[in-house]
């Protein structure tokens, strides 16, 4: 029995005028998985597409990549939840090797390294914010990760036992501080960075970049977060 049919997998993939991008990402969602595109208000037919290619879509009408996300996870009903962009900077199709050591008890919390592709793939600013990120996440939690990028894959209710809370730019951090306080394996996989279709909303400029990073600040100086299991498992 292959990995598609024998685990039951959601994709979340959070989408903000994503029309362009849609038809390739969702090309690329393993058989037998069902994507979750959470339109977060769109107003370039993303909805429509994302349906007319047989994705599910899910309303989420709070602004906001972690809004988005926690829509999505909240719609899930899999054992397993990724999570992938929807500008066709990440290939999806890489969530099976991430799915299978998560369901071989190998990680708790899979991540995608991002390895740009090609030259400006990845603007100084965001390089540096992810950089400095990491570098803080090391300080708060003792993981030595070098991305905190939207690839990622776990099981649904060990993620809806992190209660996520940020809406925002923090909610990839807080997902992973949240993780590595409960005791979970967290595991970083290198995965191509493709050139993304249509600008970025969060880190495509210094501002935005900014922003993110003062959400993410905001996660680091919660207190230690404790759960009653403990591990993911």
Known sequence: ???VTEHSVDVVLPCLNEAGALPWVLARIPDGWRALVVDNGSTDGSAEIARSLGA???PESRRGFGAACHAGLMAAEAEFVCVCDCDASLDPGLLTG????????EADLVLGRR???????????????????????????????HDLGPLRAAR???LLGLELTDRRSGYPLQMVVRAADA???VREEDVPYLPRTGKSKVTGTWRGTYHAVRD???VLAEPPYATAAGGAR
């Open 183 to 185: 005791g979970w394996r």
């Open 156 to 158: 649904r209710e060990a």
């Open 1 to 3: 029995m292959s990995l």
């Open 56 to 58: 599910t879509v899910v």
């Open 216 to 218: 993410m600040r905001a």
């Open 98 to 105: 991430f799915v299978r050591q998560v369901a071989a008890g």
């Open 115 to 145: 390895r740009p592709q090609e030259r400006g793939v990845w603007p100084l600013h965001a390089r540096a914010g992810n950089r400095a990120l990491a570098t803080m996440l090391h300080r708060r939690t003792g993981l030595r990760l």
